[in-house]
């Protein structure tokens, strides 16, 4: 089934079999929604991958107990960054994976540019080898601090001359557009990855080959 916003456009996943619900998780008639509709489903997992929807599938699934990124994690991330624009050399938006604690560095897209080849996003060759270990320490004391250890990660960073700073970092996948353009670049898809992650599945890369990164935060 399908939970989206009043006036959000009908998603191309919403068939004639599915079930399709429009409401809005920001009014307190959510809490009531979950348990009078989503609960009696017995779902497996809620997940969502825009970052307006985090916070309702992190409610939704402490309300149900069911697999995801918990509430907890969310808020912790939130809280990280300033958002605030202050100089900084370079300005990059660093999609991260991480299984069982571990963290794996996807992409990283430098805003303003629309990358066109591998070595535009793949960490390892699109980053200095000074940005590299800076960038890596950043995102490993976040994803650390904040308790996540499945799932996916989007953290926008500032890059300084001396080091990194973020601005702001959120429990999920980049937007249509990015991630369609990160998986034809990079091998690795971070949609099928994220809705297989809650329900146990697989997380071994779908398409021809295996990705092209292979850059390990630890």
Same mark, same amino acid.
């Given at each position: 089934?399908?939970?989206?916003?009043?006036?959000?456009?009908?998603?191309?996943?919403?068939?004639?079999?599915?079930?399709?619900?429009?409401?809005?998780?920001?009014?307190?008639?959510?809490?009531?929604?979950?348990?009078?509709?989503?609960?009696?489903?017995?779902?497996?997992?809620?997940?969502?991958?825009? /970052? =307006? *929807?985090?916070?309702?599938?992190?409610? !939704?699934?402490?309300?149900?107990? @069911?697999?995801?990124? &918990?509430?907890? #994690?969310?808020?912790?991330?939130?809280?990280?960054?300033?958002?605030?624009?202050?100089?900084?050399?370079?300005?990059?938006?660093?999609?991260?994976?991480? /299984? =069982? *604690?571990?963290?794996?560095?996807?992409? !990283?897209?430098?805003?303003?540019? @629309?990358?066109?080849? &591998?070595?535009? #996003?793949?960490?390892?060759?699109?980053?200095?080898?000074?940005?590299?270990?800076?960038?890596?320490?950043?995102?490993?004391?976040?994803?650390?601090?904040?308790?996540?250890?499945?799932?996916?990660?989007?953290?926008?960073?500032?890059?300084?001359?001396?080091?990194?700073?973020?601005?702001?970092?959120?429990?999920?996948?980049?937007?249509?557009?990015?991630?369609?353009?990160?998986?034809?670049?990079?091998?690795?898809?971070?949609?099928?990855?994220?809705?297989?992650?809650?329900?146990?599945?697989?997380?071994?890369?779908?398409?021809?080959?295996?990705?092209?990164?292979?850059?390990?935060?630890?």
């Amino acid at each position: 089934m399908l939970v989206q916003r009043p006036g959000a456009p009908v998603q191309d996943l919403v068939g004639e079999d599915t079930d399709y619900y429009s409401v809005d998780w920001e009014d307190e008639s959510f809490a009531d929604f979950i348990d009078t509709v989503l609960r009696p489903r017995h779902p497996t997992a809620v997940i969502s991958l825009t /970052t =307006a *929807g985090v916070t309702a599938a992190a409610m !939704a699934n402490s309300m149900l107990g @069911t697999a995801g990124t &918990p509430a907890d #994690v969310v808020k912790a991330m939130a809280a990280v960054g300033d958002g605030e624009d202050n100089g900084g050399r370079r300005r990059i938006r660093v999609q991260t994976f991480s /299984t =069982a *604690g571990a963290h794996r560095l996807v992409a !990283a897209v430098t805003e303003g540019h @629309t990358p066109s080849l &591998p070595g535009h #996003v793949l960490p390892e060759q699109c980053l200095s080898t000074a940005e590299l270990p800076a960038v890596r320490d950043a995102v490993t004391n976040l994803l650390d601090t904040a308790g996540l250890t499945d799932g996916p990660a989007l953290i926008r960073l500032d890059l300084h001359e001396h080091g990194t700073r973020v601005l702001a970092a959120q429990p999920t996948a980049a937007d249509d557009d990015e991630a369609e353009l990160i998986r034809q670049l990079t091998g690795f898809d971070l949609v099928r990855r994220s809705l297989a992650w809650p329900l146990g599945l697989s997380p071994a890369p779908h398409g021809k080959g295996a990705p092209h990164g292979k850059e390990e935060v630890r």
